[in-house]
Structure formats: structure tokens, C-alpha cells
């Protein structure tokens, strides 16, 4: 199963800040969830379409993995600190939980 997170910068916002701001925080889960695992951040290079200018995917195994980060959110004050300093940097967000058919 795959968790796809697509968003844009704010104005004024570049694309190392943001790569940097998601770094920390995939770090901090990836400490905290191993079950989650980054694919990757990626950014558009071409600008064929409207948006979004980012996506980063992750890949986990079962919806019981959603109720554990779920759970974790709840008290999780550093990783919610960390979700707050990527969206001073992002906006548009668009989140969704896939299934790899092929």
C-alpha cells in the first residue's frame, strides 16, 4: 500500500527548504514507525500541468499501520512540531492511500 502526499511551496518558498523541512520530519517517523517507509520526495522539474510541484510517497503494509500512526500523532508533540514547519512551507495539500494494481 502506498500513502501519496502531493503539495505545493508557499510563495516565496524554495525547493531546498522544503526538501530539508521533510527530511526532519520523515526522519523523526522513520525512528518512531519503521513500518512507514519513504519512497521518496519528489519535485516536478518540467512544468507540464498546473500542480502539484511536490509528492512524496511512502509505502506501508497494512490499514493497521494507519491506526498506529494515528495513535502516535496523538502524543506525538515533536512530530507535530515538524508537521507545523513544513506547513509554514507548504500549501495545497492532497493526501491518499493506494494499492499498486500492476
Avoid at 502524543?75 to 512540531?81: A, L, P, S
Avoid at 507548504?90 to 499498486?100: F, G, I, L, N, Y
Amino acid at each position: 500500500m502506498f500513502y501519496m502526499i502531493e503539495f505545493d511551496q508557499k510563495p516565496g518558498i524554495n525547493r531546498k527548504q522544503v526538501a530539508e523541512a521533510y527530511q526532519r520530519f520523515a526522519d523523526h517517523f522513520a525512528k518512531l514507525l519503521p513500518q512507514f517507509k519513504l519512497v521518496g520526495l519528489f519535485s516536478r522539474d518540467l512544468y507540464v500541468g498546473h500542480r502539484p510541484q511536490f509528492l512524496a510517497l511512502w509505502e506501508f503494509s497494512a490499514y493497521a499501520d494507519l491506526d498506529a500512526w494515528e495513535r502516535l500523532w496523538a502524543t506525538d508533540t515533536e512530530g507535530r512540531r515538524l508537521a507545523q514547519e513544513l506547513g509554514e512551507l507548504a500549501q495545497d495539500w492532497d493526501a491518499k492511500v493506494m494499492t499498486k494494481l500492476l
